[in-house]
């Protein structure tokens, strides 16, 4: 499968052109675009400089994956957006990965060993968390995303959790940032059947919505 993936959910938006059968299979990575600063207008330049290195056309990507956060939501929008476009226009699969379970898997590549906890503002002084198991050959969840308050996150500090994340720092000095990488979501997609049309896509956000009707 050649999978062109996408996540906007941080700071650091990347797309990434991955190949392969599975996650197991260890894909090869034929290009990623990454961008880190203030909200991008350029992604469809990012695509386009992705598939210019990896030497392929829009017509031989197969299959989307999308990070759906949560994070920025105006950033997941437009991937989405993206993404509902491409299959409107070349009736491509799509699936949707979870960009905390990518920030998980990511640090987990990059040699992190242990109980982590993945923490991402939520806004009203409160964030989301979700704390993983760390191993050597893998990595797991132990606890599913939440909302919880400053004081959850400090708690889980102090047991010894790492703290990660790709704003950690702002709030909590000893942790370690951590993006969700595109290249990683779409290894984590590759092998998966659960394909969704476009309008399912959502963003991942555990607050109720609400609506309040003006006068």
Excluded: C
């Excluded at 030497?55 to 993206?82: C, F, H, K, V």
């Amino acid at each position: 499968m050649t999978l062109l993936a996408l996540d906007f959910s941080s700071p650091q938006r990347s797309v990434a052109v991955v190949r392969g059968s599975s996650p197991a299979a260890a894909p090869p990575l034929l290009d990623e675009v990454v961008e880190t600063g203030a909200v991008s207008t350029r992604a469809f330049q990012m695509i386009e400089t992705a598939l210019r290195h990896a030497g392929l056309e829009r017509e031989q990507i197969e299959s989307l994956a999308i990070g759906l956060g949560p994070g920025s939501y105006t950033g997941i929008r437009a991937a989405i957006a993206i993404a509902q476009g491409w299959q409107l226009a070349r009736g491509v699969n799509l699936v949707g990965v979870s960009s905390v379970d990518a920030i998980a898997a990511e640090a987990q590549a990059d040699g992190l060993r242990g109980s982590a906890a993945v923490v991402l503002d939520a806004q009203r002084d409160e964030f989301y968390l979700a704390e993983y198991e760390l191993e050597p050959e893998n990595w797991r969840p132990l606890t599913p995303l939440r909302l919880v308050t400053r004081e959850a996150v400090q708690a889980a500090a102090k047991a010894n959790k790492h703290l990660i994340g790709p704003e950690v720092t702002r709030w909590f000095s000893g942790g370690r940032l951590v993006f969700p990488r595109a290249a990683v979501i779409g290894r984590l997609a590759l092998g998966r059947t659960d394909f969704v049309s476009g309008e399912k896509l959502v963003p991942i956000y555990l607050r109720e919505t609400t609506f309040v009707k003006g006068r």
